[in-house]
């Protein structure tokens, strides 16, 4: 997967998934446009890291929330590269896990914003410079096929949202661009360090054909695939990445 010469923007690229997202794209040669709304510490230092090793990336915050601080971050992207050949949107979250008869009109909007606004926002402005040829990659989640884990259900309708957004803006935008996303299932990251229970995450472990948790790099090394031309004839998929934990 040679991406020499090609622009990649990831957001939410600070951390975990993300962040492997952006080392794996600047290891094909890529250059890299991260994003990130906290994490200052992993953005910058894989910009160090990057352009240490002779590539090109640049780091940027923003609220993918927030439609003028999307506009900001891809204007900065065309600044300084020219085009937009790859957008891989991890921005996302459960936020908090909350019952539905718990669940107040702000939690709901604030998860549909951050997971399906966001990638919306991404997409809208991306596509005015986008080349034949380009690549858009989603993070949905299994969640989005299974309803999610107690008190997820917001959290798995946006995720399923964006399972069927990425279906829609597949024949929307082809043939010039594909449109893809992965469903991860249980990943070693702090999704799940905060919001899901050290036995849960034994237990999936042991019963995943497998036997273990994913990786970051388990989901970035698909991510990058699928942004490339070696996915040429793969558009509208939301594939899963569970260890075998759930076939669909």
Known sequence: MDLKGKTAIVTGGGRDIGRACVMELAARGANVVINYFASSEGAD???????????????????????????????KTVETFGQVDTLIHVTGGIIARVPVSEMTLDHWQAVMDVNLTSFVLAVRECLPHMPEGSSIVGLASQAGRDGGGPGAAAYGASKGALMTLTRGLAKELGPKIRVNSLCPGMIDTDFHNIFTKPEVRTHVAN??????????????????FLASDDAAFLTGTNVDINGGMLFS
Request: cysteine-free; hydrophobic content about 50%.
């Open 207 to 224: 019963v995943t054909p497998l036997k273990r948790e994913g990786t970051s790099e388990d989901v970035a090394k698909l991510a990058v």
């Open 45 to 75: 230092s894989a910009v160090a890291e990057i352009t240490a090793a002779g590539g090109q990336a640049i780091a940027l915050q923003g609220d993918m929330t927030k439609e003028a601080e999307v506009k900001a971050l891809v204007a």
